[in-house]
């Protein structure tokens, strides 16, 4: 099982981004149950807390992104989702899908001025 990342890139301040994370080879009764969730790293620092999802769809947000961003999953494809509006500056780092005690690979999202 591996976690697969996409949909990062560069975009100008107040613009929108869709994350996509594939559980690749998960089975629907170990994925469907268990919490994912995305965590981001800008240069220079720690690695932190972003979004998570719970089975039952219970989603959860950092303070910085509460209004901006939603994470959503469809069990069907095994996928989880990082909606990202407006977008600050701030927002800029690399993205990690987290789950199933995997981390993915990491994607690449820009926010320019």
């Known amino acids: 099982v591996r976690l697969v990342e996409s949909g990062g890139g560069s975009v100008q301040a107040g613009g929108s981004l869709r994350l996509s994370c594939t559980a690749s080879?998960?089975?629907?009764?170990?994925?469907?149950?268990?919490?994912m969730a995305w965590y981001r790293q800008a240069p220079g620092k720690q690695r932190e807390f972003v979004a998570s999802?719970?089975?039952?769809?219970?989603?959860n947000y950092v303070d910085a992104v509460k209004g901006r961003f939603t994470i959503s999953r469809d069990n069907s494809r095994k996928k989880i989702y990082l909606e990202m509006n407006s977008l600050e500056v701030e927002d800029t780092a690399v993205y990690y899908c987290?789950?199933?005690?995997?981390w993915g690979q990491g994607t690449q999202v820009t926010v320019s001025s």
């Open positions: 987290r789950g199933l005690e995997l």
């Open positions: 999802i719970t089975g039952g769809r219970v989603a």
């Open positions: 080879g998960s089975i629907t009764s170990v994925f469907n149950p268990a919490v």
